[in-house]
């Protein structure tokens, strides 16, 4: 603890340090013991509590801490610039709004800003060695969730922040990628360069998936998945898989600007060529664009891009039968066509299709013929006496007591139509107790026998 509250209340210290490593007459061998020097001071301070690590940060920042990082950058000796960037990822993993603030608040010209500066060492490779903790760097400054997660942080921030890498640095990572694909294959398919590719495709899936608008009206305007489409020439098949995963990246949003920007430019078209050519060759690849393909039939939101493939592709896939993929896109499409022709067709007799089934089925609201004739009939109009054992042959209903009217089925209650002199017996009591169905001996109910004799 005393290693890092001293050199933070030394000011001195402090001054005399950022002081030499601005210095231009810096020997190397003396901005090198300086450089490690300020290393050290930053791992020590990562055992302070967070809210004093922070204050320690910003007490670094107001003797020039990102000015001596900058000049440790752009330094020509890879050891300064790897611990420049060791440096920075400490502060980031924590403290990541101490960058972005510096990036705002610089007013130089473009090739001079922190993070242009970073940029360029990765597209640059210059420093191969730290490519990765530069792709790591990079990640965390723009990760939008990350600028909204750190206490303290403005709404506006993010708004700020993406504005100004969109602007000023999104050409800058992107212009390896864009160089290479002008044509239709690779202009540069050597492996270190396959390799920056790779790097340039993990930010921008991160990028497809955190920045929404920013990023979408970047692809759709510079026609970014159909330059990525074009790695799949490549002879390298991590770039290949790579370019794979980030149209299905893009098509996982499921984002509508999304689907009609890939069907107005055959952006899949690609895809189904290189996957065709392959043949049933059971690798990596291949299987990454089969779930493509699945997620596809079974995404509900996706019906344009259902269409697309089939109406466009069916010819091709249809001699793929290793996996019922493609034939469950061609019947998701045969079934979606019918349902759309269904969805024009007049409804007649209360009778409507069935979407899934395709059978019919009664509209609930339409009354059936039992229910109809027990609502239509007249009670007065009956000449003879009724038959209370009668039971209709077709259904279950039992009829009425005093009508030749049927009971109407369990569960319909009594409306405004239903006649008001109308008895309804219960369906668990008998309508008419008859002799034969009495288990008792006439004999043994005197109340009834007196009542037969009186007639």
Request: charged residues 25%; glycine residues 4%.
């Amino acid at each position: 603890m005393e290693c890092t509250t001293q050199p933070g209340e030394d000011k001195v210290f402090l001054c005399e340090l950022f002081t030499q490593i601005q210095d231009t007459s810096t020997s190397e061998g003396q901005f090198q013991e300086l450089a490690f020097l300020l290393r050290e001071i930053v791992v020590y301070s990562l055992s302070l509590e967070v809210k004093d690590r922070a204050r320690f940060y910003k007490h670094l920042c107001s003797f020039g801490f990102m000015v001596s990082i900058e000049i440790m950058l752009t330094y020509e000796v890879g050891v300064v610039v790897a611990t420049a960037v060791d440096i920075l990822v400490m502060v980031s993993e924590y403290h990541s709004s101490i960058l972005r603030d510096y990036i705002l608040s610089e007013t130089q010209d473009e090739d001079g800003q922190f993070l242009n500066i970073l940029l360029s060492l990765l597209v640059d490779s210059q420093y191969p060695d730290i490519d990765v903790q530069l792709v790591g760097l990079v990640k965390m400054l723009i990760d939008s969730e990350n600028i909204m997660a750190e206490a303290g942080a403005p709404t506006t921030e993010k708004s700020l922040f993406l504005n100004h890498f969109y602007k000023y640095s999104m050409h800058r990572l992107m212009a390896p990628l864009m160089a290479q694909t002008a044509t239709e294959t690779v202009s540069k398919d050597t492996s270190h360069n396959a390799v920056l590719l790779s790097h340039i495709l993990d930010i921008l899936s991160l990028c497809v998936e955190r920045h929404t608008y920013h990023i979408r009206n970047y692809v759709i305007d510079k026609n970014v998945l159909g330059r990525v489409l074009v790695l799949l020439t490549s002879s390298h098949t991590h770039l290949a898989l790579a370019a794979v995963r980030f149209c299905r990246k893009i098509v996982g949003l499921r984002d509508e600007f999304y689907n009609r920007y890939i069907v107005r430019n055959n952006l899949l078209a690609p895809i189904v060529k290189f996957f065709v050519a392959q043949g049933q060759r059971y690798n990596l690849l291949n299987s990454a664009i089969i779930e493509l393909f699945e997620y596809i039939h079974k995404e509900k939101d996706a019906k344009s891009l259902v269409s697309y493939i089939v109406e466009n592709f069916m010819p091709s896939l249809d001699t793929v039968d290793y996996v019922n993929t493609f034939q469950c896109l061609k019947l998701r499409h045969e079934q979606e066509m019918d349902r759309c022709s269904q969805l024009s067709e007049p409804m007649v007799g209360g009778i409507i299709r069935a979407e899934v089934s395709g059978r019919y089925r009664r509209d609930p609201r339409q009354l059936d013929e039992d229910e109809e004739a027990w609502f239509d009939t007249d009670e007065g109009g009956s000449s003879s006496p009724p038959d209370y054992r009668q039971v209709s042959k077709h259904t279950n209903h039992t009829y009425v007591a005093g009508t030749n009217s049927p009971r109407p089925p369990v569960g319909l209650h009594r409306t405004n139509s239903m006649p008001p002199d109308s008895k309804l017996y219960s369906i668990s009591t008998s309508l008419v107790d008859y002799d034969e169905d009495s288990d008792e001996d006439p004999e043994d109910t005197p109340a009834k026998q007196p009542k037969l004799n009186s007639t």
